[in-house]
Structure formats: structure tokens, C-alpha cells
């Protein structure tokens, strides 16, 4: 016997029969004509080289052959049905479901707590786990399910990933509350002149670097008022707060910030300001999944503040 041969739909006619005893039984339960289900049941006799059934008083009687594969073919058959039947019965609070994201350190900070009380408040065994990927890895790691989804500055061009536009931020400027710009008025906003005197301190995250900054800084040639690079968005608040050093931070962070540390925040001159846009991505693999729905569905909920796909 050569399984490859095999027709595997024919396996659904022997379990049917045996469940049934009988061949018009089978036919019917199965959507199948009498001599669509009597050619299938010879075709099985042909493959296994015997008869499966055989005729008694009582109806079809199983072979000792088809007495030890039925049941095994309806167990495997069962459980083939189960992992590809789409469930649409997800429930949050029964969930051990194991989400797998993708986050910057700024983002963590950002997206991760609020994220976690809402998982622990309304899907209480569900687990979450952040992977670092690097932002031109993400497209790569949905494909392979390394991770679900993913929440930064990304504009994914790649088949297959799929991305929602959740809010477009800027950047400000965040100093000590003692600290004042060298001239002029302290206002809210900062003028090209007021920066172009302050002494910085910026974030360039290796893996989720964001070049706006960067550029604003040599457009208004400011580079040479840097004085410390960071890795990491989470040192900034204590230098700047311990120094006379000016931080230049998303807005979102520097309100959270801000709130906490008693820091100033500041506009930046709105010609200079660095803006972008924050997506939440996944990939089409996933776009009707019940688990991946409902959690994209919170991310939204929590953080979207536009509308429309990106």
C-alpha cells in the first residue's frame, strides 16, 4: 500500500460507515449519493485489500482490519476538524492565549503598562511577551510568526503585513523646571534662537533609531550642541532633570513624563518640529483569528487616535 495513493476523503466514507452501519446511512451524512458512497467504500476495499464491511442480519459488520482503523481514522479525523474550524467563540476571560509583540524601549514604557491592565483586568490568563525586533526586521518576524504583532514607526511595504495607522506625534523639548532658555521670553514655545543657545541630550536607540531628530538637528545646525547621546529614552527624564540639559522626546512620552517628575515641557518652533506616524502591524495570516482580533481591537481602543488603515 502506498498511503500517497490514498485518497483521503475516502477516510471520511469509512469512519461514516462504521459509525452508521450502513452504506446509505453513510451517504446521507455525508452528503453523498448511494453509488457515490458504494464506489468509495470499493475503492477502500481496493487500497486495503479487504473487505472493511461485510453484510449480516444485523447490517454492515466491520472487519477485524477496519475494527482497529476506524476508530483511529474517526479520532484523527475529529481532531483535523477541530484545528481547522474557525472559532468565532473567543472569550477573554478564559483565554491563555500567548500574544507575542513587538516594542522600542519607548514603546514599552509607552504602551506596554496600560496594555497590561487591561489584559489583567479582563483577560486574566492570557500571557504577553515583548521581542525585540529591529523596525526593517518586523515584516520578517510576522511572517514567520515569530511575533504577532508590532506598535512603533513603521511603514511596512511588504506582502502579506498589514498596518493601521494608530496616532501621529511630534516631538518637544523637556527641561528641569528650573531650567530657562538663555534669551528672550520664556513662552511655551521655544524659539530657533532659544535652542540654538541650549546644551542637549538625545535618545538613538540602536534598533528603532528614528532619524527625524537627527535631521532636525543638522537642518538647524544643532549638532554641535549635543552633549550626550543615549541608547535609551529612559535616561533622559533624570539627566535632564539633574542638569541644565535640554531633551528633545515624542510628546506623548513627555506628557507622561512630565506629570510624574514635575518636568517642563516645551514646543519646539513648529517649522523644526520632527512628526510621525505610530501603526500598529500584523500579518494577514492573522487578520481573522477571534485571539488576534480582540487584541488589536484593545490596541486601537487604548491608543488609536486616528481613523483609516495606513
Known sequence: MNFRQLDLNLLRVLAAIHRTGSVTAAGKALALSQPATSNALARLRDYFQDDLFVRSPGGLQPTRLCERLAPEVQTQLQMLETAVTVRDDFDPARSDMRWRLSLSDLGEMMFLPPLAAALRQQAPQARLTNISVAADDVPAALESREIDFAIGILQPHHRGVRAELLFREHYVAMTSPRWRPASG??????????????????????????????????????????????????????????????????????????????????????????????????????????????????????????????
Open 185 to 310: 521670553k520664556a513662552g511655551r514655545t521655544l524659539s530657533a534662537r532659544q535652542l540654538a543657545e541650549s546644551s542637549l541630550v538625545v535618545a538613538a536607540p540602536t534598533a528603532t533609531f528614528h532619524g527625524s531628530v537627527e535631521q532636525m538637528l543638522v537642518r538647524m545646525k544643532l549638532g554641535d550642541r549635543v552633549v550626550i547621546r543615549a541608547r535609551h529614552f529612559g535616561a533622559l527624564p533624570e539627566l535632564a532633570l539633574n542638569t541644565d540639559l535640554l531633551t528633545i522626546v515624542p510628546q506623548m512620552y513627555a506628557a507622561n513624563v512630565g506629570q510624574r517628575m514635575d518636568m517642563r515641557v516645551w514646543e519646539l518652533p513648529r517649522a523644526a518640529a520632527p512628526s510621525y506616524d505610530v501603526r500598529l502591524v500584523w500579518h494577514a495570516s492573522t487578520a481573522k483569528d477571534p485571539a488576534h482580533q480582540w487584541i488589536r481591537a484593545q490596541v486601537h481602543r487604548l491608543f488609536g487616535r486616528a481613523q483609516g488603515a495606513a
